[in-house]
């Protein structure tokens, strides 16, 4: 019998009525924790013995924890083709369906603070079968550390918000530095490639406080995003529910001209997210249909592609790097929208006593 979690007494991050919320400090803490934690992972890494050949490299965590397993998924793919075969998958479906655990050999496990139940019990039941883990978390102890056989803790990435952001970037730099060990013919990323792309990222809060009456206008938000950024796209529309209360729902590039496409009006913001010049001439021909309808666009680049009207171009990354970048534009947006609309991003909507109410009755 599993056992679930049962209704919890939560403490939010109380105390602050106006900007700046914690949440945006996170935000802003991203240049320094990301440097950090790439710049302190390589010896780490190099200890950490690669997965063993014919097994199941299994990437897993919950909620911004299971978005950071999808690109970590991604990455081992891109860094390491000829590798193990590599899944990524919610730590509640392994508990659900244990037949998931068969043939795998090691697990890479995202815990921001190390205490989710459902991981937890999905770690107890990966321990019971023999499976190494793995643990990356902001949290040099904690529960899921006692039963991962090795932990990387990234660097200045304690969270003091409920909306998680810096522990997720910092996550995915640990995790690249990780799979550049584990795959000696591809060359690493030299030191400052990606901070310096996360600093000109943190930049572009100017350019969407410009836009921001439009923004706000809209009340759903639509994220494209496949491969790599498909993580970037399912997170971003986490931040933008938790932060904003918005609307929000990720879809793959393709798969939004094949069926999303009806479902959007004049009120619709659509923001596409890529990492390569495929994906960005696609999302450009779905931000143009978007657009056709009604609705308001925007483009997140790392592919190199180069700046135009309603495009943020980011520095040009691999793309198994790009979501460690790419979200931090959709990370300031669901904070400035949910500033705009008097809420704190905080709390993820908890000082309303009808959600608080709920989080306490059923343990969410």
């Known amino acids: ?9 939560p403490s939010p991050p109380i105390g602050r009525t106006r900007h700046p919320y914690r949440t945006h400090e996170m935000i802003r803490r991203q240049a320094v924790a990301v440097h950090g934690t790439m710049a302190a992972m390589g010896e780490v890494a190099a200890r950490i013995p690669p997965p063993k050949a014919g097994t199941r490299l299994l990437f897993t965590g919950l909620g911004t924890s299971f978005h ?5 998924a991604w990455a081992a793919r891109e860094l390491a083709p000829n590798g193990p075969f590599v899944e990524a998958l919610a730590a509640f479906d392994l508990l659900a369906h244990p037949s998931t655990l068969e043939g795998v050999g090691t697990a890479i496990v995202f815990s921001a603070e190390g205490g989710t139940a459902l991981t937890l019990a999905a770690m107890r039941a990966m321990r019971e079968r023999g499976i190494r883990q793995v643990l990356v978390t902001a949290r040099e102890a904690s529960r899921s ?25 910092a996550a995915l730099g640990a995790t690249v530095r990780l799979l550049e060990a584990w795959s000696p013919s591809a060359p690493p990323l030299a030191e400052d490639v990606v901070p310096e792309a996360v600093t000109a990222a943190l930049a572009t809060e100017t350019y969407l406080l410009d836009r921001m009456d439009a923004l706000t206008s809209r009340d759903r938000v639509v994220l494209l995003g496949s491969g790599p950024a498909e993580a970037t796209a ?14 929000a ?43 056709h309808v009604g609705a308001h666009t925007l483009l997140v680049d790392t592919s190199g592609g180069g700046p135009a009207e309603g495009v943020l171009a980011l ?6 790097a790009g979501p460690i970048v790419q979200v931090i534009p959709l990370q300031l947006l669901a904070y400035w929208l949910g500033v705009n609309d008097g809420r704190n991003p905080d709390v993820m909507g908890l000082d309303d006593p009808r959600y608080l109410a709920a989080r306490r009755t059923f343990g969410i």
């Open 1 to 9: 019998m599993i056992e679930l979690p049962g209704p919890e007494e």
């Open 68 to 72: 950071a397993a999808i690109a970590g």
């Open 145 to 169: 550390a006692e039963l991962a056989d090795h932990v990387l803790v990234s660097r200045y990435a304690n969270e003091e918000s409920w909306m998680h952001t810096v522990s997720y970037t």
């Open 234 to 247: 399912r997170e971003g529309a986490l931040k933008l529910r938790e932060g904003a209360g918005r609307f």
């Open 249 to 291: 729902a990720a879809v793959g590039v393709e798969e939004f001209l094949h069926g999303v496409l009806p479902s959007v009006t004049e009120r619709t913001e659509v923001i596409a997210v890529v990492g390569t010049p495929l994906e960005r001439a696609r999302a450009e021909s779905a931000l143009r249909a978007a657009a």
């Open 315 to 320: 520095p040009a990354l691999p793309p198994y």
